[in-house]
């Protein structure tokens, strides 16, 4: 989160960063935040100077019973508590309207409304690498797989994953109600390859995995940020039935609980950077989205997801850096799949995550809907997050500064979407990946 001494010393930035970025202003007041602060401070300074005369009145009564002077006494306290009701009501609202304004975007950010202001900076295909025409590149990419054997349109992916008994959809909807699908045999021996592949190519780079809680406590997804803004993707669990009545919540990502398990911490500046992942199922409301996207598993209520995170020196460089160089790794990986892809630089109106100050997110190309389709994203977070979780190292002078972090989604079940559009043949069958091949043992997937 901000600091409040940045926001009254760059009170136009902000407002304009806040207006950019197409957050509620309401909720987002920082003209009403300001008078806060002042009555914040000055409510503040009369309760410490009434508790202060207080203080001096009860050390005079311990020698001098005075009857006025124990009057005068009772008057303070009762004007203390009045003043601490008034306190907490400011502090409250002035809390609330801090939780909601975002991190500042970086420079190089694209101002834009929406997403069809995003910046196109990188498009790859299997053919042909990568190719120079951005920002157009979805009028050339064209209704057919990359990887077919005819130029045929391809047919969507529940269509095929149903014919060669990859998921069922039905069942899903039946044991869990709609958005929830199970994987089957090659289906899951696909998926499972994809999420192997990466995370051995992520060990070999020095992360660290992590088998994580995916019920967390209130703290771990405010300090990620996932609230207040995204409060109503979160599923709530019932407290009464929960160890101690601990209010949990179900995590949409892992990230809450990776960068959790370093809250309240010093790191040694000679640990970082730390990297971490983790493979998990996700949970998400998805609300806001019903009527969209209602066929097969592209957007569902739970799914598994690996995530890439990283803690690094607070330094705006080295940030960029190190966003580049998780972007390598998606990119890796869509071309060791051999999927046509592209990478966007989010605009402002677009970035809706509070704590990103940049995000790429990286799309692969759906030729059954002629679009691209989100499979992984890419944040710097600056400090945003560290603030919030309290998660400092040392600088130069060996004082306390709160590290940065960096996020980026590694891997997700669209990529078996994408995998399916893009290697279907004409006969109906499958043919495997190359590099997926191992985990099935065979070339083909074809009808029984």
Not at 53 to 59: D, I, Q, V, W
Not at 176 to 196: C, E
Request: contains cysteine; charged residues 30%.
């Amino acid at each position: 989160m901000l600091t409040i001494n940045f926001i009254k010393d760059n009170a136009k930035a902000v407002k304009l960063n806040i207006k950019n970025r197409r957050v509620d202003v309401t909720k987002a007041d920082v003209d009403r935040l300001l008078k806060l602060d002042i009555d914040r401070i000055k409510t503040q300074t009369d309760t410490d100077n009434l508790r202060a005369e207080r203080n001096k009145l009860t050390n005079e009564l311990k020698t001098i019973r005075e009857p006025k002077l124990m009057e005068q006494s009772k008057k303070i306290k009762e004007q203390i508590v009045e003043l601490e009701k008034s306190l907490k009501i400011i502090r409250d609202e002035w809390q609330s309207i801090m939780d909601w304004i975002p991190n500042m975007c970086l420079d190089d950010v694209p101002v834009g409304k929406d997403d069809t202001e995003n910046m196109e900076i990188k498009v790859w295909t299997p053919k042909n690498g990568y190719i120079k025409e951005l920002n157009s590149s979805s009028e050339k990419m064209g209704r057919f797989g990359t990887n077919s054997d005819k130029e045929f349109i391809p047919r969507p992916h529940w269509e095929i994953g149903k014919e060669l008994d990859l998921m069922d959809l039905e069942a899903g909807a039946k044991v869990s109600g709609s958005r929830f699908y199970y994987l089957k045999g090659n289906g899951f021996m696909m998926m499972y390859g994809v999420f192997d592949l990466l995370m051995k190519k992520i060990i070999k780079d020095g992360f660290i995995p992590m088998d994580i809680p995916v019920l967390v406590k209130e703290r771990a997804l405010y300090g990620s940020s996932q609230f207040p803004a995204d409060a109503d993707q979160v599923y709530k669990i019932e407290s009464k039935y929960v160890e101690n009545e601990n209010q949990l919540y179900l995590v949409g990502s892992s990230e809450p609980s990776l960068f959790s398990y370093y809250l309240d911490t010093v790191i040694d500046p000679k640990d970082l950077p730390i990297k971490i992942t983790a493979t998990c199922p996700c949970f998400r409301s998805e609300a806001g989205s019903w009527g969209k996207d209602i066929r097969g598993m592209k957007r569902v209520h739970q799914f598994t997801k690996l995530e890439m995170d990283m803690i690094i020196k607070p330094d705006i460089k080295l940030a960029k850096e190190t966003h580049e160089y998780l972007l390598g790794i998606n990119e890796w990986l869509l071309q060791q799949l051999e999927l046509p892809y592209h990478v966007i630089n989010m605009c402002t109106g677009d970035l809706g995550y509070a704590a990103a100050a940049k995000k790429y997110d990286v799309e692969v190309w759906l030729p059954s809907e002629s679009a691209w389709m989100e499979t992984m994203s890419d944040s710097i977070t600056t400090d945003f997050q560290t603030r919030r979780l309290n998660i400092k190292t040392l600088n130069e002078k060996s004082e306390k500064v709160f590290a940065y972090t960096i996020n980026d989604t590694g891997a997700t079940h669209r990529l078996l979407i994408a995998i399916i559009e893009h290697y279907q043949q004409s006969d109906g069958s499958l043919v495997v990946p190359t590099i997926l091949r191992e985990y099935l043992g065979m070339e083909r997937i074809s009808k029984k």
